[in-house]
């Protein structure tokens, strides 16, 4: 009994150990092949241009996906994934109202265009523009909620695009 649950344990760790050696599993539930990634900073053409979106974009893809991957980030054209943005909306618009004249709801929309790159396996090329948005009370000024929503809408686009790019959702 003893040695057969001896020979079970080195069995799960020695596939555990090729499973995560051989570089196309983690446990995100990412297929990863490659080595290195080339995430380029993100370009802001929004109508509405907020001076620090485009790198706060930045920074929370590249996080989400070298902590994600184990993947190298390099600034190179030969990187096995190459990845660019462009922020194509920031705005602001009313999702609910009292009566006629009275604004309740505010929503902040932001849309990213991302250009993906997998040299390993052009199948897994994409471009594709990722929308996410957040409400607030009509009662606040954008200015004062601005921060905490592009940090929320920021993460929920950084996990759209690493599963979209990794987990193929």
């Not at 618009?93 to 009292?98: I, K, L, Y």
């Not at 994409?126 to 004062?144: G, I, Y």
């Amino acid at each position: 009994m003893n040695l057969t649950r001896n020979v079970s344990i080195i069995l799960f760790f020695a596939a555990l150990f090729m499973l995560t050696g051989c570089g196309i599993y983690s446990f995100s539930g990412a297929t990863i092949e490659g080595k290195s990634i080339n995430i380029h900073q993100v370009d802001n053409r929004a109508r509405n241009v907020v001076p620090s979106l485009a790198s706060t974009l930045t920074d929370k893809l590249r996080s989400r996906i070298l902590s994600q991957t184990g993947l190298s980030s390099v600034l190179s054209d030969d990187a096995d994934y190459d990845m660019t943005g462009t922020i194509t909306a920031y705005e602001v618009s009313v999702t609910g109202a009292q009566n006629v004249q009275v604004a309740t709801k505010n929503r902040l929309t932001l849309s990213i265009q991302v250009v993906f790159k997998n040299r390993l396996n052009e199948k897994g090329n994409f471009t594709q523009t990722f929308t996410r948005f957040s409400d607030f009370d009509a009662s606040q000024t954008l200015q004062s909620v601005e921060t905490g929503l592009i940090d929320d809408i920021g993460n929920q686009l950084a996990d759209d695009i690493f599963n979209k790019a990794f987990v193929n959702w």
